[in-house]
């Protein structure tokens, strides 16, 4: 295991000033700092020990243009907090740190965990293309990925639900009701959860001996945009069921309804997925797929305390549960 003398040897300096340095000492210059921890990283330093009377630290990275989770109707507020109800008490310092891509460029993940004294990591809210993502390949220090997935690095493991039984919870339920042609709408072609669900849906459909062609299915950046494009088309097409990638599409299609004079969900029956708080009170109230956010969160530090034990876990899925309210109901009702 790499020691504070093993990396002062590789650099020609002193215990002292590589000690200093991955303190944060002052009378270190910012240069020799940053080489000192890049060095640190490559040669696989881990910091054992914490100063004496501190608690050890983890942290969650939130993209928060992906996640919102200051507010209690905020889908990650949940998830949050459930790992911080499990960290907390076993004797954790919890920080969330607000990450974006410029701030993820200024500094790799390994350095900026090892100079932050941070253990671990919970990272929620990342899309594909932010450059931490590519880092969580290879990186060392322990990270639990929320509805994202890396193969073949025993430092991360994917936490989430299982999409595939959501989808085939949605479609079954609307299949019982009579609905034979179904459409699915999504945004967020960078976000991989996204991706996952698009193909969990292909995969439903099939399973149900329904159509499960390109057709049948809309992606675009924005949820204005995917309602614009593809929802005249279904409705041409002859659909009379939609299940969307998260609740606030259903819901603005649940507008998009109304204005265009169809009756949800005597006209046409709506799905979402997640069961926002906004859920039961939207007009008609939303059937939807639920994601247990406490429990995900837990469940993140969960695979987290594994992954800091030596214990590799991959990935960690939940069931998902179908909430039947108002917006389900056979076609033609």
């Known amino acids: 295991m790499t020691t504070i003398q093993d990396i002062a040897r590789r650099l020609g300096v002193t215990k002292g000033t590589v000690s200093k340095a991955l303190n944060g000492a002052p009378d270190i210059s910012e240069t ?13 330093y881990t910091r054992l020990r914490r100063q004496k009377g501190t608690a050890p630290k983890l942290c969650i990275l939130a993209a928060s243009q992906n996640m919102e989770y200051q507010k209690p109707h905020q889908f990650g507020y949940e998830v949050v907090l459930g790992f911080r109800q499990m960290a907390e008490p076993q004797g954790y310092q919890v920080d969330i740190i607000p990450v ?4 993820q460029r200024q500094e790799p993940y390994d350095v900026f965990m090892l100079k932050n004294h941070y253990q671990g990591s919970f990272v929620i809210g990342f899309s594909l293309a932010d450059p931490w993502m590519q880092e969580f390949e290879t990186s060392r220090t322990p990270a639990v990925l929320y509805d994202n997935h890396v193969l073949a690095n025993p430092s991360t493991a994917y936490v989430g639900v299982d999409n595939d039984e959501g989808m085939a919870l949605a ?3 609307l299949k019982e009701l009579g609905h034979q042609k179904i459409g699915y709408l999504s945004t967020s072609p960078d976000s991989y959860i996204m991706q996952v669900r698009r193909k969990a849906f292909s995969r439903a459909m099939r399973q149900n001996g329904l159509c499960a062609d390109s057709a049948c299915t809309g992606l675009s950046s924005y949820i204005s945009q ?3 494009e593809h929802l ?3 409705l041409e097409e002859g659909m009379t ?3 969307c990638s998260h609740d606030l599409i259903a819901q603005a299609a649940l507008v998009r309804c109304q204005e265009m004079g169809l009756r949800v969900p005597e006209d046409f029956s709506v799905i979402g997925f997640d069961d926002l708080p906004l859920c039961p009170y939207t007009s008609p109230p939303l059937t939807t797929l639920r994601q247990d956010r406490i429990q995900l969160g ?5 695979a987290l305390n594994s992954l800091m034990n030596g214990v590799s876990i991959g990935t960690l899925l939940l069931h998902t549960e179908l909430i039947v309210r108002a917006s389900t109901a056979p076609p033609g009702k």
């Not at 837990?298 to 969960?302: D, E, I, N, T, V």
């Open 32 to 44: 020799l700092q940053k080489q000192i921890l890049e060095t640190a990283v490559e040669m696989g």
């Open 241 to 243: 069921a939609l299940i």
């Open 100 to 103: 974006d891509e410029e701030s």
């Open 232 to 234: 005249p088309r279904f």
């Open 171 to 173: 479609v079954s339920h």
């Open 298 to 302: 837990k469940s993140a530090y969960y």
């Open 226 to 228: 995917c309602l614009d």
